[in-house]
């Protein structure tokens, strides 16, 4: 009995030991990361009406033959109205303007502008870049004439609302038979405006 006891003492010394030093602690599972979700900006639809005022500085040149030539500038106001379709990627729409134009030291008085245009635009969210092409009828006022024209150019508009459409717009008009058979006139237009979307 004595030898029974005394082996298993012995056993227990023995064996503890490897059974402390099993007991090993688990390591800690890491918190997993959290990434913040941004959402995406929201989408702008360019679909509506707008309308609102126009303000602008032209730089024109008349020219009547190799040897003469008139150039001089211009500050321009008025009204403008547009209609834009957003089809995703791509905007269409088409624009109506009406301008009274002053001439640099009374020159010329009582002119103004009728323009019409289509425009196509690349949809980047709140910022619209577009090009446009149209056609114009310019009264000379004082001269006494109407003249018929073409113009072109590229523009941008900014959404700073949902309503308030800001924009700037770079344009070309050229007129040929200007006054006489030979007469050339070319404007370079800059403009901006401020309209209301509807």
Known sequence: MKRFAWAAAAAMTVTAPAFAGGLVEPEPTPAAEIVP?????????????????VLGIASTTTTFSPLISLDLDSNRYGVIARYLHDMGDFVLGGQLMYEQIEVENDVVTGMNRLGASVLVGYDMGRLLPYAHLGVTRLDTG??????????????????????????????????????????????DSLRIAATFRF
Not at 43 to 51: E, K, L, M, V, Y
Not at 155 to 181: K, V, W
């Open 142 to 187: 004082s001269l006494g004439t109407i003249e018929n024209g073409v113009s072109y150019g590229v523009g941008a508009m900014f959404e700073a609302t949902d309503s308030l459409i800001l924009s700037i717009e770079y344009s070309r008009t050229e007129y040929d038979d200007y006054l006489i058979p030979i007469g050339e006139l070319s404007a």
């Open 37 to 53: 979700v941004v959402p995406a900006p929201p989408a702008t639809d360019w679909t509506g009406f707008q309308a609102g005022v």
